[in-house]
Structure formats: structure tokens, C-alpha cells
């Protein structure tokens, strides 16, 4: 069970670090388009949302 808190909690991470560097260092021409924007915003919710639920279930 600890494994899928620390894969929750890294993947998370690793979205939100991503779309920020894509955002703040990729020039407009090359960054990702509206649809991939929103994904993007999904997933990293998800793994947010999941992330709690799972240190939740784990330290209660």
C-alpha cells in the first residue's frame, strides 16, 4: 500500500513540475495547445485527489 501513496505522491509532483517548466520556459509557439492544457489540469487533479485519498486510507 505504501508504494501506491509514493507513486501517487511522485506522479503528482512530477505533473505539476512539468506543466509549470512548460509554461515558464517554453516559448509560446511550442507550448502545449489548449486540449493538452486541459488533460494536463485532469490529470494533475487526479493524482492530487488521489494522493490524499490514499495517505488518508494509510495514516487512518
Known amino acids: 500500500m505504501i508504494g501506491a501513496v509514493i507513486n ?4 503528482f509532483v512530477h505533473i505539476g513540475l512539468v506543466n509549470w517548466l512548460n509554461y515558464k520556459e517554453l516559448p509560446p509557439e511550442i507550448q502545449p495547445h489548449l486540449a493538452r492544457r486541459i488533460l494536463i489540469i485532469i490529470a494533475f487533479s487526479f493524482f492530487g485527489l488521489f494522493s490524499f485519498y490514499s495517505l488518508w486510507n494509510t495514516f487512518n
Do not use: N, P, R, T
Open 8 to 11: 501517487a505522491l511522485c506522479m
